[in-house]
């Protein structure tokens, strides 16, 4: 009877080195996939974004919010909630949002430049600015019992400098610093009267309780469309597509008179890279939606250009020529 001899192999040489270089890119390929989880966070997930106006409901920045926020909302599959945390000129918002885990599910919308004694809840400190949603000029505006161009308002103006005054929708707002650029271009002592919003200011301006306003386009294009207002200048460097007959403060003569208003996204410092990109890429498709760049026309406002720089450097550029001009005019901020 023959015996069956069970023989034990050692494995050669060859087939060791492959058995180890296997298991070596099985850990090299299992390291890579958990780098690319964590550098690709999985963001949405199922729990709603909260995006932050801090402005009253109804108003440009909030309507403007809204529409993207669609927009955006559908593009992520995900649902975006906004939410109106108005009061002390969007600070309150500001700071909620400073404070915010950075986990991609807060942002707010910065209205800018806006100026402010507290510099912490700047674009670029706490907050980081995310996507430019839209940027637009601000506009020169008098009553219609008031001189009749640009020229006519310069020639009354340099004749009293001191008998003029101006109205914003507040202290240390663009439209508060386009007035301190126009005051300080025409050595004018022009006095400033803030209101909380530009619809008091409007009515003041149409009233003739004060000589001009420097406000946003979406707030005096019906009553300048309807004669009740007479639009002199716009601030920013090219004119303004809802208003084609009004020339630039360039174009009137004022040399480097450029200012513009702006909306950014911004999430808290230290939002991961790859979350702010998914959603800069996402606000990016909403602002090729014909309702989102129609309802911008509208307002007086542009989508940023493809050449649009970064958000933070963009914001910080504005915040920096404002806070100059600001102190050039001895502006005390709030």
């Not at 700047?122 to 430019?132: C, H, N, Q, S, Y």
């Not at 409007?202 to 309807?226: C, E, H, I, K, W």
Request: net charge positive; hydrophobic share 45%; aromatic share 6%.
């Amino acid at each position: 009877m023959r015996q069956h001899h069970h023989q034990k192999y050692a494995l050669g040489p060859a087939l060791k080195t492959s058995k180890i270089l296997a298991t070596a890119c099985l850990a090299v390929a299992m390291a890579t996939a958990a780098a690319a989880a964590q550098a690709e966070p999985a963001w949405p997930d199922e729990k709603p974004i909260t995006w932050v106006v801090g402005f009253s409901a109804g108003g440009s920045v909030d309507v403007i919010t809204r529409a993207i926020a669609q927009q955006v909302g559908a593009t992520l599959k995900q649902n975006i909630v906004v939410e109106n945390k108005a009061g002390a000129a969007g600070a309150i918002a500001l700071a909620s949002v400073a404070r915010a885990k950075p986990d991609g599910y807060t942002l707010i919308t910065v209205p800018g430049p806006i100026l402010r004694e507290d510099d912490g809840l700047e674009i670029g400190e706490k907050l980081v600015g995310v996507a430019t949603l839209a940027e637009g000029a601000v506009v020169m505006v008098g009553s219609k019992n008031g001189p009749a161009d640009f020229k006519q308002l310069r020639a009354a103006i340099e004749k009293a400098p001191a008998s003029f005054n101006y109205a914003s929708s507040g202290v240390g707002t663009g439209q508060h610093i386009a007035g301190a650029m126009f005051n300080l271009a025409l050595h004018a002592q022009m006095v400033h009267v803030p209101y909380k919003g530009g619809t008091q200011a409007l009515a003041n301006v149409m009233g003739g309780q004060v000589n001009l306003g420097f406000l946003g386009v979406s707030t005096v294009l019906p009553q300048v469309r309807d004669g009740k207002l007479i639009a002199y200048a716009v601030t920013s460097p090219y004119r303004v597509a809802s208003l084609p007959d009004v020339p630039t403060f360039q174009e009137a003569g004022i040399t480097d008179f450029q200012l513009t208003q702006w909306y950014v996204a911004a999430m808290p410092n230290g939002t991961p890279e790859a979350v702010m990109e998914k959603f800069r890429r996402a606000v990016a498709d909403a602002l090729r939606a014909p309702q989102i760049l129609e309802l911008l026309k509208a307002s007086g406002l542009d989508a940023p250009g493809k050449d649009a720089q970064d958000p933070t450097a963009f914001a910080r550029a504005s915040i920096e020529q404002s806070r100059m001009i600001a102190k050039k005019a001895n502006i005390v901020l709030q």
